[in-house]
C-alpha cells in the first residue's frame, strides 16, 4: 500500500475509535448523573465544540508532514485515552458532588470539559491533519473513511458489545483494533525503528489495560461502604446490585430502583391495593418486585401475577438473589407495561 493511501486507514481507525469513546462515555455521563436525558445534550455538545477546534487548529498541521515520530505519537496518545476518561468521568463526580446529592449543572459542565478536552482537541486535529495528507486532499473523501469507521464501531457496539459485555471490557477491545491499525499504518508509513516501538507500546498497554479492573476502582468510589456484588451492562443501562449487611439494593444507571428488607414500604405499597377487591386472583405487577412486593401479594393466594419490568436484564440478574419468581402464580415479563 502506498503511503499516503494508508491515511484512508488511519482515517478509518480514528472514527472506529471516536464514536465508541463517545458511546461509552455518554452511557458513564448518564450512569454518575442520574440518569438525566439533559446530560446526553450536554456531553455532545461540549464533543463537538472542541472537537471542531481542534480540527480548526488542524488546518495549520502541513508541517507535520514530514515528522513521522510526531505524528505516530499523537496517534498512539489518542487510544490510550478512552478508558481514561471514563474512569475520569467517575472520580470527578464523586470529588465535586457530595455522595448522596445530585450534581448542579455547572458540575457536570466542568466534569465534562476536563475529561473531553484532551481527547477531542486530539481527535479533531488529527483529522483535519489526515485530511490534508490523504492522497486526493479532499475533506469529503476522508470524511467517508472516517463514517465507515464509526459505522463499524457503532454497528459493534449496539448489536453486540451492550448486550454481553461490560463498558472497559468493550473499550479495551475497541483499543486493541484501533492501535492494530496503527501498527499497520506505523509498518507502511515509517522506519522498523518506529514500526517496533510502536508495536511494544501498543501490547504493553492492551496488557496493562486487561489485566487491571478499572471498573472496581470506581465502584468502590460509586458505591461507599456498600459490596457490590453484581455489575451487568444491559441495553437499557448499568444495572448494580449491592449488598448491605442483610440488604440487597438494586440500582440502574446510578439510580436506586429498590431495596430488600424494606417490609413497611412493601406492606403499604401491597395491601392497601388488594383491599380494594374482596378476593384478588389476577394481579398486574408494575416494576419494583423483588424488593419484596410479591412476597406480600402472594400472602393473597392469587391465581396469576403478571410481573413487568422494562429492562429484560433486570429480571434475571434478580432472580439470582431471590426465589420469588419461583412462585407457580408468578409469572415476570421483560417488556414495556405499556404494551
Given at each position: 500500500?502506498?503511503?499516503?493511501?494508508?491515511?484512508?486507514?488511519?482515517?478509518?481507525?480514528?472514527?472506529?475509535l471516536s464514536?465508541?469513546?463517545?458511546?461509552?462515555l455518554?452511557r458513564?455521563?448518564?450512569?454518575?448523573?442520574n440518569?438525566?436525558e439533559?446530560?446526553v445534550?450536554?456531553v455532545?455538545?461540549i464533543?463537538?465544540?472542541?472537537?471542531?477546534?481542534?480540527?480548526?487548529?488542524g488546518r495549520?498541521?502541513?508541517?507535520?508532514?514530514?515528522?513521522?515520530?510526531?505524528?505516530i505519537?499523537?496517534?498512539?496518545?489518542?487510544?490510550m485515552?478512552?478508558?481514561l476518561?471514563?474512569?475520569?468521568?467517575d472520580?470527578?463526580k464523586?470529588?465535586m458532588?457530595?455522595?448522596?446529592?445530585?450534581?448542579?449543572?455547572?458540575?457536570v459542565l466542568?466534569?465534562?470539559?476536563?475529561?473531553q478536552l484532551p481527547?477531542?482537541l486530539l481527535?479533531g486535529f488529527?483529522?483535519?491533519?489526515?485530511?490534508?495528507a490523504?492522497p486526493?486532499?479532499?475533506p469529503a473523501g476522508?470524511?467517508s473513511?472516517?463514517?465507515?469507521g464509526?459505522m463499524?464501531?457503532?454497528?459493534?457496539?449496539n448489536?453486540?458489545?451492550?448486550?454481553?459485555l461490560?463498558?472497559f471490557?468493550?473499550?479495551l477491545?475497541i483499543?486493541?483494533v484501533?492501535?492494530?491499525?496503527v501498527?499497520?499504518?506505523t509498518?507502511?508509513?515509517?522506519?522498523n525503528k518506529?514500526f517496533r516501538?510502536?508495536?511494544?507500546?501498543?501490547v504493553?498497554?492492551l496488557v496493562v489495560?486487561?489485566?487491571?479492573?478499572p471498573?472496581?476502582l470506581?465502584?468502590?468510589?460509586?458505591?461507599?461502604e456498600q459490596?457490590?456484588?453484581?455489575d451487568?451492562?444491559?441495553?437499557y443501562?448499568?444495572?448494580?446490585?449491592?449488598?448491605?449487611?442483610n440488604?440487597?439494593n438494586?440500582?440502574?444507571?446510578g439510580?436506586?430502583l429498590?431495596?430488600s428488607?424494606?417490609?413497611i414500604?412493601?406492606?403499604?405499597?401491597v395491601?392497601y391495593?388488594?383491599?380494594?377487591?374482596p378476593?384478588?386472583?389476577?394481579i398486574?405487577?408494575?416494576?419494583?418486585?423483588?424488593?419484596?412486593t410479591?412476597?406480600e401479594?402472594?400472602?393473597?393466594?392469587p391465581v396469576r401475577v403478571?410481573?413487568v419490568?422494562?429492562?429484560?436484564?433486570?429480571?434475571g440478574?434478580?432472580?439470582?438473589?431471590?426465589?420469588?419468581l419461583d412462585?407457580?402464580?408468578?409469572?415476570?415479563?421483560?417488556?414495556?407495561?405499556?404494551?
Amino acid at each position: 500500500m502506498h503511503p499516503k493511501k494508508a491515511t484512508y486507514l488511519m482515517l478509518f481507525a480514528l472514527g472506529f475509535l471516536s464514536i465508541g469513546t463517545q458511546l461509552y462515555l455518554v452511557r458513564e455521563s448518564m450512569m454518575v448523573f442520574n440518569d438525566n436525558e439533559l446530560i446526553v445534550g450536554l456531553v455532545l455538545a461540549i464533543w463537538m465544540l472542541i472537537t471542531g477546534i481542534g480540527s480548526f487548529l488542524g488546518r495549520f498541521s502541513k508541517g507535520m508532514l514530514k515528522r513521522n515520530v510526531l505524528l505516530i505519537s499523537l496517534i498512539m496518545l489518542a487510544g490510550m485515552l478512552p478508558s481514561l476518561m471514563v474512569t475520569g468521568t467517575d472520580v470527578l463526580k464523586v470529588a465535586m458532588v457530595p455522595p448522596g446529592s445530585m450534581a448542579e449543572l455547572w458540575q457536570v459542565l466542568v466534569v465534562c470539559i476536563l475529561v473531553q478536552l484532551p481527547f477531542c482537541l486530539l481527535s479533531g486535529f488529527l483529522f483535519s491533519f489526515l485530511s490534508i495528507a490523504s492522497p486526493d486532499n479532499s475533506p469529503a473523501g476522508a470524511y467517508s473513511w472516517e463514517s465507515l469507521g464509526s459505522m463499524a464501531s457503532g454497528a459493534l457496539i449496539n448489536f453486540l458489545f451492550l448486550w454481553i459485555l461490560g463498558p472497559f471490557q468493550s473499550l479495551l477491545i475497541i483499543t486493541g483494533v484501533y492501535l492494530s491499525l496503527v501498527v499497520i499504518f506505523t509498518r507502511i508509513t515509517a522506519g522498523n525503528k518506529e514500526f517496533r516501538a510502536v508495536l511494544c507500546v501498543s501490547v504493553v498497554y492492551l496488557v496493562v489495560l486487561g489485566i487491571t479492573n478499572p471498573r472496581a476502582l470506581t465502584e468502590k468510589i460509586l458505591y461507599p461502604e456498600q459490596r457490590v456484588i453484581s455489575d451487568v451492562e444491559t441495553p437499557y443501562g448499568q444495572v448494580v446490585v449491592t449488598k448491605n449487611q442483610n440488604q440487597f439494593n438494586f440500582f440502574e444507571n446510578g439510580i436506586l430502583l429498590f431495596s430488600s428488607g424494606n417490609e413497611i414500604s412493601n406492606e403499604e405499597n401491597v395491601h392497601y391495593a388488594m383491599l380494594q377487591h374482596p378476593d384478588p386472583e389476577n394481579i398486574l405487577l408494575i416494576s419494583g418486585g423483588f424488593s419484596g412486593t410479591l412476597a406480600e401479594i402472594i400472602k393473597y393466594n392469587p391465581v396469576r401475577v403478571d410481573y413487568v419490568e422494562l429492562n429484560p436484564s433486570l429480571v434475571g440478574i434478580a432472580s439470582r438473589f431471590t426465589r420469588q419468581l419461583d412462585h407457580p402464580s408468578v409469572r415476570a415479563y421483560g417488556t414495556d407495561a405499556r404494551r
